[in-house]
Each structure stands twice: as structure tokens, then as C-alpha cells.
């Protein structure tokens, strides 16, 4: 059994409290799904339960793991830059459990992970393998370990759709119990049986963790009823306690104005003090039920606190896209990676406005076709383009700030607007002064996403807009793509995003660009 109890976690350069309390157990045919929002601590969770030596440079912990003789298969985000570089055959030698495994093994557990045998002794560099092939490749290597709970870090990242879609038959058929992070809401809702919720409220002040043995639809549903529940019930309490309030204060008011007037004799000229005691009696008895009320203040139902949702949109003057005129007229006879063709009679026009989704199996081309469209559109003058690659490294201009990002003037106005627009993405002020580059891959998301908004871009050319966006967070990003007025241009594949933004989707393929079916 695979235990946590009273895990917290305090970042140590800012001393900021990620996690607090975080307690689960986790048992065979358990797959808990680890929610929340970009830069709350998730992956640093599934470190500290792999090995702790992994979060030690910035984060310290308290609590207890109880792990003894488990065995551990952990799947970090991305491959280091380092590990990029290496054949696939050099990143196998470095697995322990490559070198143990006999032929058998190597051959049950490739083929448990939908590849061939042979792929071990691939010769190519894994920079060059598509992300699918990647994550059931270091799958693969996991399994030759034999491992009793598996950590997984983002494993549906850069996968197609058939490829998603073979992740949740993987999740759904493991024998040991998974743990793991994704943003992708189809796959949570498809495999999880239990949710761990991480998140900061307050400004990013107050972490508060939820552990819910349900499944991620349920978890949604059960937590927005909820507070709808408790927000009526608060409202109902809080009219009720102002209604008495009200009528206390009427009483107060007269009892004081009593005895500002109360005379001090009467009209035969004695001395008259039983007046005087009577109305200092009723102002006791209207301060005590003062109090009374106080203490049923402090009773009455919280109104529900859950962590604030990003906002952002684009200016619809500046934004929009004339209907009917073409944006992009792409003819591209055949398309390639190195030597090798990917596709033949790539052709792809759009007119305004136009979002098009652009699917196809992983190692078909998108992104190469997706750098071509935007070498095409981010030039001209006659529109305002802007792109988001999936590798944002070359985006975000060395060591410069999100503050420096967003306002290269430095004037003093367009960084109180750069200010602005950070903190309702939900940067703290801190962040917002970090080097992008060192940045969660959701915040860095959220700059670049906010540099468009900025730019007033009326062409986005987008590869995995949602890829880095919680699921709490990847439903605005939807509307807010959904509403935008210009052209659109992407690769994706999450299925919700084509299903809610893509008027139109298209699938590569050898012979070119088809529509979806």
C-alpha cells in the first residue's frame, strides 16, 4: 500500500506554502488523477513521492510517505535537454532495468505499450521521435521495472487522438495503482477514479487540498453543486442575520435616545432615579442580545472559497478578421523533416474567420506544417499574426521578467497594464518579477497567450493551445478562442478544444490535408 500523510510543502525561496496537509492512500486499481492550477505544486508532488532528492533544490517537506519496498515507475513532464540529445538505444542503456531485462521481457513490455521489440535498439536521437513515441518508449522502460505504483507526470501531453485514446485503455488495464497529472478533461473523465484537488486561495495565499474517491465528472459536478449549496445557504443566513441586525439597531438607537433625554426630575420637582435604573436595565439587555448576535455571526455558514478563475480576452475591434477575405493560401508540394517526406500536396486556404483545427497521427508533420504557416503569415503587413509553438524557449527572450515580456518600453503605464493583465491570469507579484524561461510551462503559456491579447493579433497560429492549461483554467481558454473574432489556425488534440473552437477540422495525412472524419 502506498500511503501519504500530512504531506506539506513550502517553496524555500519565497517560503510560500504549495501543499498543506495533503493526505491519501492509494491501492491497487486506484487512478488519481492530480488537478489544479499552473505553478500549485502538482509536479512537485509526484517528485517528492519518487524521490525527494529530485525537489530538494527548491522545495522542503513535511509529513510522512509510507513507501517501503515499493518500487516506483516515475514519468517526469519532458526529457531534460541532455537526455534530447541521446539515441534511443544510449537512453535505454541508461535504464537499470533495460540491462536485466531478457529478450522476453523487452519484447512484453514494448509490446504492452503498442511498439515493436526492435524499437530498443533504435538508432534515431529522441529529439526526432514524435511525443507519442516518446512516452511509450519511456512507458516501456517503466514497465521493465516492474514497478508496484506508477508516478506519471503529464503522460497525455503530444499525444494524438489514437494515441490518447491507447493511454486510457493503458490506464484503465494497469494492475498497480497510478497516480498521475493531466490537462486533458476527455482523458480525466474517461480514467479517473479518484481526485486529488491542489489549490491556493486567497490571492495564492492559502493552499487547500481535496481528496475525492470519485470519478473526475462526478468530482466537478458533486464540488459546483456544492458550493452552490453553501453560497445560497450563506446568502439566506447573512439576510436573516442583517434583518435582526436592523431591528437591534432600531431598538439600541431609541433605548440610547431615552436616556439622553431621560429627566432628572419630576414635575412636582423630586428626584426621580427609578426611570434612570429602568433604561440602564433595557440597554444592558439590548447589549447582551448584541452579543448574542455576535456569536451567531460566527456560526453562520462560510461563503465558499475556491481558487479564482483566470480571465482574458481579446479586443473584438482590434481582433477581427473581414469575412470571406483569405488569410492564408498555402501549396506546399511536399513537406519534410530532414530527408524524409512527411506529406505530398499540402494545401491549405482559409478565409475570415475561419478557426481551423489540424489533427493527424504524431510524427505526421503538424508542427512542421504549423512553422511554415506561420513563417508565412508572421511577416505581412496587411494582417497582425502571432504564434505559440509548443517549445515556448525561443519565445521568451532569455532572462527578461513577464513584466519586461509584456512592456519592452518600460514606460510606467505599460507596466501597470502588463501588471494588470498578469494578476488576472493569477501571477502573484513575485512571478510576475521571475524569469519567464524559469517559469511552470502553464504560466509560460499564460504570458505568451497575454503578448497576443496585447499585440491585438487578428491571425493566431496556435500548436497545442490547451497543452499547459488545467482543467479548471482550459475551459476559459476555449471561450475565449471561441469567441475570437480573427482567424485562427491550429494544431491540437484535445478533443474538446476541436469539438467547441474548430469550425473547421483537418486531418495530415501522406497525401496532404483532408477534412477530419
Not at 481526485?195 to 495565499?205: F, N, P, S
Not at 435582526?244 to 432615579?273: C, L, T, W
Request: a neutral charge; hydrophobic letters at 40%; proline letters at 6%.
Amino acid at each position: 500500500m502506498f500511503q501519504v500523510k500530512n504531506l506539506t510543502i513550502t517553496h524555500k525561496k519565497d517560503l510560500t506554502t504549495l501543499v498543506e496537509g495533503l493526505s491519501f492512500t492509494l491501492a491497487p486499481g486506484d487512478r488519481a488523477a492530480v488537478i489544479g492550477e499552473e505553478g500549485n505544486g502538482k509536479s512537485t508532488v509526484l517528485k517528492l513521492l519518487y524521490d525527494s532528492a529530485l525537489a530538494e533544490p527548491y522545495a522542503e517537506w513535511t509529513g510522512e510517505i509510507v513507501d517501503k519496498g515499493l518500487r516506483k515507475g516515475y514519468l517526469a513532464q519532458e526529457l531534460t535537454p541532455e537526455e534530447l540529445a541521446l539515441s534511443v538505444w544510449e537512453l535505454c542503456q541508461r535504464t537499470p532495468a533495460f540491462g536485466d531485462a531478457d529478450p522476453r521481457a523487452l519484447d512484453r513490455a514494448a509490446r504492452q505499450v503498442g511498439l515493436a521489440p526492435e524499437v530498443f535498439w533504435d538508432g534515431r536521437p529522441m529529439s526526432t521521435l514524435s511525443g507519442g513515441e516518446r512516452v511509450k518508449l519511456r512507458l516501456a522502460l517503466l514497465l521493465l521495472g516492474r514497478p508496484d505504483v506508477l508516478l506519471l507526470d503529464e503522460p497525455s501531453n503530444d499525444l494524438d487522438v489514437p494515441t490518447l485514446e491507447w493511454l486510457e485503455g493503458f490506464l484503465l488495464g494497469s494492475q498497480v495503482p497510478v497516480l498521475y497529472i493531466s490537462h486533458d478533461e476527455t482523458l480525466l473523465k474517461r480514467t479517473a477514479n479518484m481526485v486529488i484537488h491542489l489549490e491556493r486561495l486567497r490571492r495564492r495565499t492559502l493552499p487547500r487540498c481535496t481528496v475525492s474517491r470519485t470519478g473526475y465528472g462526478e468530482y466537478v459536478e458533486r464540488r459546483q453543486a456544492g458550493f452552490a449549496h453553501q453560497e445560497q445557504k450563506a446568502r439566506k443566513e447573512r439576510a436573516e442575520y442583517d434583518a435582526k441586525m436592523e431591528k437591534f439597531r432600531q431598538i439600541r438607537d431609541k433605548v440610547e435616545h431615552a436616556q439622553a433625554h431621560v429627566p432628572g426630575y419630576n414635575s412636582a420637582g423630586i428626584p426621580n432615579p427609578a426611570e434612570g435604573r429602568l433604561l440602564k436595565k433595557k440597554m444592558h439587555a439590548v447589549l447582551s442580545m448584541g452579543r448574542r448576535f455576535e456569536r451567531e455571526k460566527e456560526d453562520m455558514t462560510a461563503m465558499p472559497e475556491w481558487e479564482e478563475a483566470i480571465l482574458t480576452f481579446f479586443d473584438a475591434g482590434r481582433s477581427a478578421f473581414p469575412a470571406g477575405k483569405t488569410a492564408l493560401r498555402l501549396d506546399v508540394p511536399e513537406l519534410t523533416a530532414g530527408d524524409r517526406v512527411l506529406a505530398r500536396d499540402v494545401r491549405l486556404w482559409v478565409t475570415g474567420p475561419e478557426k481551423i483545427g489540424i489533427v493527424g497521427p504524431n510524427g505526421a508533420g503538424k508542427s512542421t506544417l504549423l512553422k511554415l504557416v506561420a513563417d508565412e503569415l508572421l511577416p505581412r503587413q496587411d494582417i497582425r499574426a502571432a504564434y505559440m509553438p509548443q517549445d515556448y524557449g525561443d519565445l521568451l527572450l532569455g532572462d527578461k521578467t513577464p513584466v519586461e515580456v509584456l512592456a519592452p518600453s518600460g514606460h510606467k503605464d505599460d507596466i501597470t497594464r502588463a501588471r494588470t493583465l498578469l494578476g488576472n491570469m493569477k501571477y502573484k507579484a513575485e512571478e510576475m518579477e521571475h524569469p519567464a524561461a524559469g517559469l511552470s510551462g502553464g504560466q509560460r503559456a499564460k504570458l505568451l497567450f497575454l503578448s497576443m491579447v496585447l499585440n491585438g493579433a487578428n491571425v493566431l497560429v496556435l500548436d497545442e493551445p490547451t497543452r499547459n492549461f488545467s482543467p479548471l483554467s482550459a475551459p476559459v481558454i476555449r471561450r475565449v478562442l471561441a469567441d475570437f473574432p480573427g482567424v485562427l489556425i491550429s494544431v491540437s488534440h484535445d478533443r474538446l478544444y476541436l469539438e467547441q473552437v474548430c469550425t473547421r477540422v483537418l486531418e495530415l495525412g501522406p497525401d496532404g490535408l483532408k477534412e477530419a472524419t
